[in-house]
């Protein structure tokens, strides 16, 4: 199985020779912690557990090792294995954001020891873990093993870069919890865009999007007088919307949109919300609901009113948050 192991700091990588050539072995640092990094390859997932990855570099010396989730781990904990960690250095924290890596994370901890971090609420009793980190909106019953959050967490930082005048769309999809309305979502679009004194508009879909939709979008707004850039989700890096939040005086984003919303907020600018009909009162709707009643974003209808775009009075720095709590509990072994 493929490991990958990054160092997260500007020490070169060096290989080493072992059983399997694909596992990356780096020099050894003094006192850095191992963290074991499951992953199930949802790039929504990916972006929760990178996120507190990133901010625990910011705090202590780690040693990253990711590893892909695979079938079988329910076998592994049970008779107490971990054969895809075999090669690797004991850990002293593990983390997994879905469901699928629930398991490993267990069976990993049983064999070699640590502690496992599950971001979400998982399917398995909470009590298995050593720490749930779960976003408020679902509720959880208080215990000492769970750290409720504003939402998931993520790459972003907040912004200390100039402002330009550009405006950024950020476009979903139809998803589990909202439906997905073509016309009314363009017109938005189209409104925000004329009557906005943003000039220079940089939309960026998503895997949800409709194919087709962006064209549209250029279609319904041409107008000598602005500037619509256009990227596919397809066509951009792992930096990209982090560069692209750093410069944006606004964002409107698609209300199904959840860990869009979530990032825009922790790089602290105002955000506005382009509805879409919910197919229930969820907890995901709720929680959307709570960020428009607490002010952290504005509604279509509320900008149409009168009520301009306005910086988030709360502070969304969740990931750099838990991260604090987990070295200040655990950072030293």
């Not at 606004?250 to 955000?271: F, G, H, K, N, Q």
């Amino acid at each position: 199985m493929p490991l990958l192991r990054r160092r997260l700091s500007s020490e070169r990588l060096t290989q080493r020779h072992h059983r399997d050539p694909q596992v990356r072995v780096l020099p050894h640092r003094k006192q850095a912690q191992v963290v074991w990094r499951f992953s199930d390859g949802k790039p929504g997932h990916d972006n929760q557990s990178l996120g507190l990855v990133d901010a625990l570099q910011r705090r202590i010396p780690i040693d990253i090792y990711d590893i892909p989730v695979r079938p079988g781990a329910g076998l592994d904990w049970m008779i107490g294995r971990f054969p895809a960690g075999s090669l690797l250095p004991d850990p002293w924290l593990m983390l997994g954001a879905g469901h699928s890596t629930h398991l490993p994370l267990l069976a990993a901890r049983r064999a070699r020891g640590g502690r496992a971090a599950v971001l979400m609420t998982p399917d398995l009793p909470k009590s298995m873990f050593d720490l749930c980190v779960i976003p408020e909106h679902d509720r959880p019953k208080p215990a000492s093993n769970i750290l409720v959050t504003r939402g998931s967490l993520n790459r972003m930082q907040a912004t200390t870069g100039e402002k330009s005048d550009q405006g950024l769309l950020m476009i979903g999809g139809p998803s589990r919890h909202y439906h997905w309305n073509y016309r009314v979502v363009l017109e938005q679009i189209s409104r925000v865009i004329r009557f906005s004194p943003v000039k220079h508009w940089v939309l960026t879909t998503s895997r949800r999007t409709p194919a087709g939709f962006a064209e549209r979008v250029r279609q319904k707004i041409f107008n000598r007088n602005l500037k619509l850039s256009i990227f596919s989700w397809r066509d951009t890096t792992d930096q990209w919307l982090s560069e692209q939040l750093d410069r944006a005086c606004c964002a409107w984003i698609t209300e199904d949109s959840v860990s869009m919303i979530y990032e825009a907020l922790t790089a602290r600018i105002p955000v506005g919300l382009l509805t879409v009909p919910p197919r229930r009162n969820d907890r995901v709707v709720r929680g959307v609901r709570n960020l428009v009643s607490t002010s952290s974003i504005r509604t279509f209808s509320d900008w149409c009113a009168g009520h301009p775009l306005s910086h988030p009075e709360q502070v969304y720095d969740e990931a750099n948050r838990v991260a604090e709590q987990i070295c200040n509990q655990w950072g030293s072994r």
